[in-house]
């Protein structure tokens, strides 16, 4: 395939080479000017450099031979039609007067690049016979053009022949075939190649719009250098510039974005000027005033002035679905699902999973920078190593990083998609890092307070064996020798009644430091949880149903169990005037859950000996659900 292609830019090599000599010879005998030469040679280097070095670089592409053959076109064109001019001097070249009849139509051959360029780009014809003949087909059309034109009259005031109109109309035809081509290719071609395909369109759109401009001059009397010289300079510099950048750097820039911009921006211009003529037009026929008065073009400015801008969006989004679907889809999917997040649909953690889809990537990840240490994060607080260089998308916030984007497959386009999409997707990433912060704050306060009540715990359990151990015990010990010294006295004897006294007086202090042990920590919980709550309820007035599952928990988990228990039982007595009080404990997903269910007269409301539970359990994290229809009971729900 490479020496195919190596070969086949022989042919247009030749041609330009031929009809450089034509051009030169042309200025050597005065046909044209010096100037002209220099016009012809400036134009031709931009796409002939070009030619060469996608030939050098990409020699299995044909569109290194193409290249060469859109700028030898137009250029063995002009030549032709240089010696064509000889046929009025004063020493014509040989065959003058043949090529000067032939020469008419000869224009058509500027196209021949363009149009080998459209049947080839950027990896070949097409498969089928169709595709095979279209070159011939459109080779036989141009010959009818240059037929049909040397058969025209040489006085302009008569009317041409038919026969030209049928040659130009099959010429547009097999033009429209050749075009035609290029929408097959796109239809049916890999991301790769639409993205060429759309380098080619942005430098094409320029030759159909200036060769029509060149069209309107010449019939306004422009000569035909003047009126095709945009068109030309369209055929050799920016088609080539485009093509060339479409092969060796397709990736260069957001080549969607830029022909979707630039449509828009054309159809935009055009609209507006047919409604600005259109405009003054109608005034003018209202007012029965001159067309270009200032009324009338006043009226204009101001109706395209309000026009421009719904136009432009609507022209945008049009342009941009058809030559950037791609992205224009995948932005809107993106804002859909942040509009979802603002309305409360979507969690914003699905940030993820929703850029993966809209990339195509299902390596992508978003790392959130966890506030305070700066360590990356996934969305669910779980430290993440550093990932590679270079596939990094990083979203910044006042001048901090709070996020980025990892890429697993990347590339120039992919890369610029993502970094418009993380822009997108700031709102629902940022939450992200605000819940994950929230979540951090608030398992930080449930620790702290769990090891404060761990803590108070312990404090009280020392407490209460300080009182058991120490104050009870001297105290004890004075009351036991105090009796003592009691049973040596006679009982006549005036200080055995005081010694009596101070003995009751010290037992009844000790059974208030019991009482007030009792209270700090009970001294039940020692032979475990099960012992401790059955103890509670000996001596009940009411029966009390009692089921506790063989769980382990720690110290402030079975005291806070232990006290709501207590305090729910007191209050089913004393407020919900039960007859029967039943309670369970169960472990229920790693935590402890307790249920006291009473028949009293329920209609429980906040305040009623219900807020020091509530305090208790929250102390620890835990939940309290309360449910105590009028009349038909309560139901004391904790999870500690």
Same mark, same amino acid.
């Given at each position: 395939?490479?020496?195919?292609?190596?070969?086949?830019?022989?042919?247009?090599?030749?041609?330009?080479?031929?009809?450089?000599?034509?051009?030169?010879?042309?200025?050597?005998?005065?046909?044209?000017?010096?100037?002209?030469?220099?016009?012809?040679?400036?134009?031709?280097?931009?796409?002939?450099?070009?030619?060469?070095?996608?030939?050098?670089?990409?020699?299995?592409?044909? +569109? #290194?031979? @193409? *290249? =060469?053959? /859109?700028?030898?076109?137009?250029? $063995?064109?002009? !030549?032709?039609?240089?010696? %064509?001019?000889?046929?009025?001097?004063?020493?014509?070249?040989?065959?003058?007067?043949?090529?000067?009849?032939?020469?008419?139509?000869?224009?058509?051959?500027?196209? +021949? #690049?363009? @149009? *080998? =360029?459209? /049947?080839?780009?950027?990896?070949? $014809?097409?498969? !089928?016979?169709?595709?095979? %003949?279209?070159?011939?087909?459109?080779?036989?059309?141009?010959?009818?053009?240059?037929?049909?034109?040397?058969?025209?009259?040489?006085?302009?005031?008569?009317?041409?022949?038919?026969?030209?109109?049928?040659? /130009?109309?099959?010429?547009?035809?097999?033009?429209? !075939?050749?075009?035609?081509?290029?929408?097959?290719?796109?239809?049916?071609?890999?991301?790769?190649?639409?993205?060429?395909?759309?380098?080619?369109?942005?430098?094409?759109?320029?030759?159909?719009?200036?060769?029509?401009?060149?069209?309107?001059?010449?019939?306004?009397?422009?000569?035909?250098?003047?009126?095709?010289?945009?068109?030309?300079?369209?055929?050799?510099?920016?088609?080539?510039?485009?093509?060339?950048?479409?092969?060796?750097?397709?990736?260069?820039?957001?080549?969607?974005?830029?022909?979707?911009?630039?449509?828009?921006?054309?159809?935009?211009?055009?609209?507006?000027?047919?409604?600005?003529?259109?405009?003054?037009?109608?005034?003018?026929?209202?007012?029965?005033?001159?067309?270009?008065?200032?009324?009338?073009?006043?009226?204009?400015?101001?109706?395209?002035?309000?026009?421009?801008?719904?136009?432009?969006?609507?022209?945008?989004?049009?342009?941009?679905?058809?030559?950037?679907?791609?992205?224009?889809?995948?932005?809107?999917?993106?804002?859909?699902?942040?509009?979802?997040?603002?309305?409360?649909?979507?969690?914003?953690?699905?940030?993820?999973?929703?850029?993966?889809?809209?990339?195509?990537?299902?390596?992508?990840?978003?790392?959130?920078?966890?506030?305070?240490?700066?360590?990356?994060?996934?969305?669910?607080?779980?430290?993440?190593?550093?990932?590679?260089?270079?596939?990094?998308?990083?979203?910044?916030?006042?001048?901090?990083?709070?996020?980025?984007?990892?890429?697993?497959?990347?590339?120039?386009?992919?890369?610029?998609?993502?970094?418009?999409?993380?822009?997108?997707?700031?709102?629902?990433?940022?939450?992200?890092?605000?819940?994950?912060?929230?979540?951090?704050?608030?398992?930080?306060?449930?620790?702290?307070?769990?090891?404060?009540?761990?803590?108070?715990?312990?404090?009280?359990?020392?407490?209460?064996?300080?009182?058991?151990?120490?104050?009870?015990?001297?105290?004890?010990?004075?009351?036991?020798?105090?009796?003592?010294?009691?049973?040596?006295?006679?009982?006549?004897?005036?200080?055995?009644?005081?010694?009596?006294?101070?003995?009751?007086?010290?037992?009844?202090?000790?059974?208030?430091?019991?009482?007030?042990?009792?209270?700090?920590?009970?001294?039940?919980?020692?032979?475990?949880?099960?012992?401790?709550?059955?103890?509670?309820?000996?001596?009940?007035?009411?029966?009390?149903?009692?089921?506790?599952?063989?769980?382990?928990?720690?110290?402030?988990?079975?005291?806070?169990?232990?006290?709501?228990?207590?305090?729910?039982?007191?209050?089913?007595?004393?407020?919900?005037?039960?007859?029967?009080?039943?309670?369970?404990?169960?472990?229920?997903?790693?935590?402890?859950?307790?249920?006291?269910?009473?028949?009293?007269?329920?209609?429980?409301?906040?305040?009623?000996?219900?807020?020091?539970?509530?305090?208790?359990?929250?102390?620890?994290?835990?939940?309290?659900?309360?449910?105590?229809?009028?009349?038909?009971?309560?139901?004391?729900?904790?999870?500690?």
């Amino acid at each position: 395939m490479t020496v195919r292609w190596r070969v086949a830019a022989l042919a247009p090599a030749l041609g330009l080479v031929v009809g450089a000599a034509l051009v030169a010879a042309a200025a050597l005998d005065g046909v044209i000017g010096a100037a002209d030469v220099a016009v012809t040679v400036v134009s031709a280097l931009p796409a002939v450099g070009l030619g060469l070095l996608v030939l050098a670089r990409r020699p299995d592409s044909p +569109a #290194g031979p @193409v *290249l =060469l053959a /859109l700028v030898a076109a137009p250029v $063995l064109t002009y !030549g032709v039609e240089r010696w %064509a001019l000889t046929a009025d001097s004063a020493d014509p070249w040989w065959g003058a007067e043949a090529v000067a009849a032939a020469g008419i139509g000869i224009w058509v051959f500027n196209l +021949a #690049g363009f @149009v *080998l =360029l459209c /049947l080839t780009f950027p990896d070949g $014809l097409l498969p !089928g016979r169709w595709w095979r %003949a279209m070159p011939w087909l459109w080779l036989l059309a141009a010959l009818a053009v240059i037929v049909a034109a040397a058969g025209s009259p040489d006085d302009p005031a008569k009317p041409p022949p038919v026969s030209i109109y049928f040659a /130009l109309a099959l010429f547009l035809a097999a033009l429209l !075939g050749v075009l035609g081509s290029l929408v097959v290719r796109y239809r049916h071609g890999n991301e790769l190649v639409r993205q060429q395909l759309h380098w080619l369109l942005l430098g094409a759109t320029s030759v159909p719009v200036l060769l029509a401009a060149g069209w309107v001059a010449e019939v306004f009397g422009a000569s035909t250098e003047v009126a095709y010289t945009g068109f030309i300079l369209a055929m050799v510099v920016a088609v080539p510039a485009a093509v060339a950048t479409a092969i060796l750097r397709h990736d260069l820039l957001d080549i969607d974005r830029l022909l979707s911009d630039t449509t828009a921006w054309l159809l935009t211009t055009l609209v507006s000027a047919c409604l600005f003529a259109l405009v003054v037009v109608g005034v003018a026929e209202l007012s029965r005033d001159a067309a270009g008065s200032p009324t009338g073009i006043g009226v204009a400015a101001f109706v395209t002035a309000l026009a421009l801008l719904p136009l432009y969006r609507r022209t945008h989004t049009a342009t941009a679905h058809l030559f950037d679907r791609e992205r224009t889809v995948t932005i809107e999917a993106v804002r859909r699902f942040v509009q979802q997040v603002r309305d409360g649909q979507s969690e914003p953690e699905d940030v993820e999973a929703v850029l993966r889809r809209a990339l195509d990537d299902e390596k992508l990840r978003v790392l959130l920078t966890a506030p305070g240490s700066g360590e990356r994060v996934d969305l669910r607080g779980l430290p993440t190593p550093s990932p590679a260089a270079g596939t990094v998308v990083p979203l910044s916030a006042r001048e901090a990083e709070v996020a980025v984007m990892v890429l697993g497959r990347t590339s120039r386009r992919r890369l610029r998609l993502a970094r418009e999409l993380a822009v997108e997707a700031r709102l629902p990433i940022e939450v992200s890092r605000l819940r994950l912060q929230l979540r951090t704050a608030l398992a930080d306060a449930r620790d702290s307070r769990a090891r404060i009540v761990e803590a108070a715990t312990e404090e009280r359990r020392r407490l209460e064996r300080d009182l058991h151990d120490g104050a009870q015990q001297r105290i004890l010990a004075v009351g036991m020798r105090l009796r003592s010294a009691q049973r040596r006295l006679p009982p006549q004897d005036p200080a055995y009644e005081d010694l009596d006294a101070a003995v009751a007086a010290l037992e009844a202090t000790v059974a208030e430091l019991r009482r007030l042990a009792h209270g700090i920590r009970p001294s039940g919980l020692d032979d475990g949880l099960e012992t401790a709550i059955r103890s509670l309820f000996a001596g009940s007035p009411v029966p009390v149903e009692v089921s506790v599952a063989d769980v382990q928990v720690n110290e402030a988990v079975a005291t806070t169990a232990y006290y709501v228990i207590a305090e729910s039982f007191t209050n089913a007595l004393k407020h919900a005037q039960a007859r029967a009080v039943r309670v369970t404990i169960a472990p229920e997903g790693g935590r402890l859950a307790i249920e006291i269910a009473d028949d009293g007269r329920g209609g429980a409301r906040p305040g009623f000996g219900l807020s020091a539970l509530h305090d208790r359990v929250a102390a620890l994290g835990g939940s309290v659900d309360v449910v105590s229809p009028d009349g038909g009971g309560t139901s004391i729900r904790v999870v500690l």
